[in-house]
């Protein structure tokens, strides 16, 4: 692929993967430092064999493992991340409720078992299929769709308790 074509594959999927990364490590520095890594080595070694997305996602997983393994041993900070949007300005106090919403929503997915936390991600900021994200994580379907059932269940009951 031609520089020409992978920025348009920078601008396209940014924003999912920048959040996904983000649910990972907790850090809006690491977050980046991550992303930034994955799209070198995905632009590296893609082979124009598959979908960009799910290349895109398997680098930043595998990157974010190997990261994980280095940083075992340090102390990581537990800072909180904020997510922003774009004001639409058309009212600013149903941006604000929704912004707060999607921050608390976040913030609990953080909460869950690293497990459940990729394969809510990957199935909703990227709408993978099920089967997609069981090779990704080499799972079967049905454990797939058990895992994303499991996952919002505990979200829907975590919210209910706030």
């Not at 600013?92 to 919403?101: F, G, T």
């Not at 990704?136 to 919210?159: A, F, W």
Request: aromatic share 12%.
């Amino acid at each position: 692929m031609i520089q020409d074509e992978w920025k348009i594959i920078y601008e396209r999927y940014y924003k999912r993967l920048y959040l996904y990364a983000l649910s990972l490590t907790g850090n809006p520095h690491d977050a980046e430092d991550l992303l930034q890594d994955t799209f070198v080595k995905a632009y590296l070694s893609y082979a124009n064999t598959g979908s960009i997305q799910y290349w895109l996602v398997k680098v930043l997983r595998n990157t974010y493992l190997n990261w994980l393994r280095k940083r075992r041993k340090e102390i990581l900070d537990d800072g909180t991340c904020y997510l922003t949007r774009a004001a639409a300005g058309e009212d600013p106090l149903a941006d604000y409720i929704e912004k707060e919403e999607r921050r608390r929503l976040f913030a609990e997915i953080q909460q869950l078992p690293e497990q459940m936390r990729a394969v809510l991600m990957e199935s909703v900021y990227f709408r993978m299929s099920d089967e997609e994200i069981g090779k990704l994580h080499g799972l079967s379907k049905e454990n797939v769709r058990k895992i994303r059932s499991r996952g919002k269940q505990r979200l829907i009951s975590r919210m209910k308790e706030e």
